[in-house]
T-cell receptor, first 116, second 111 residues
């Protein structure tokens, strides 16, 4: 596709339910990032995938959060037993790396998650 | 990655140049300076990056001081659509490194 695509664009869920957020990176991009942004706040890093390397999960706030990236392309961020404090915009970005140098990261429009 | 310091907010008159400063006094030799912006309700957008030389593209110019401890992003003719939060990030440009966003500068372009 032309850019990073995220789905759904909006998601309302009940507290305690599980949700899955999807990210389709730009074709050929080897790096994929997940961030979240609470209302009026800055971007908080969650997890980073680069090629076949083990992902950097250092930003995941709790064990209710997990992410996977299948076939080096599409990624799914899963939040189990959602809490109201999980309400935020979840942003995905991708970039291309070769020879140790990378392009800039391109961001999707985000998924707005509201936990009620 | 080195920490950056930016003013919380700035105003600029439409049509004038917007000069957004960033301090990164602890930057190391292999760290690049990146600028992104985030317009309300959108994902962040890449603007420009550089290592030590000044850079210019269709969006902006990046001026990096000789000691690399600070930089300025210049929007030569600001428009209302340039109203956004501007993030200055320093990072090593390698595959093991994610972007770390600070608070940024909220630029308000006024008519």
């Amino acid at each position: 596709g032309a850019g990073v695509s995220q789905s759904p664009s909006n998601k309302v869920t009940e507290k305690g339910k599980d949700v899955e957020l999807r990210c389709d990176p730009i074709s050929g991009h080897t790096a994929l990032y997940w961030y979240r942004q609470s209302l009026g706040q800055g971007l908080e890093f969650l997890i980073y995938f680069q090629g076949n390397s083990a992902p950097d999960k250092s930003g995941l706030p709790s064990d209710r959060f997990s992410a996977e990236r299948t076939g080096g392309s599409v990624s799914t961020l899963t939040i189990q037993r959602t809490q109201q404090e999980d309400s935020a915009v979840y942003l995905c970005a991708s970039s291309y790396w070769t020879g140790g140098l990378g392009t800039e990261a391109f961001f999707g429009q985000g998924t707005r998650l509201t936990v009620v | 990655d080195a920490k950056t310091t930016q003013p919380t907010s700035m105003d600029c008159a439409e049509g004038r140049a917007a000069n957004l400063p960033c301090n990164h006094s602890t930057i190391s030799g292999n760290e690049y300076v990146y600028w992104y912006r985030q317009i309300h309700s959108q994902g962040p957008q890449y603007i420009i990056h550089g290592l030590k030389n000044n850079e210019t593209n269709e969006m902006a110019s990046l001026i990096i001081t000789e000691d690399r401890k600070s930089s300025t992003l210049i929007l030569p003719h600001a428009t209302l659509r340039d109203t956004a939060v501007y993030y200055c990030i320093v990072r090593v440009n390698n595959a093991g490194n994610m972007l770390t966003f600070g608070g940024g500068t909220r630029l308000m372009v006024k008519p």
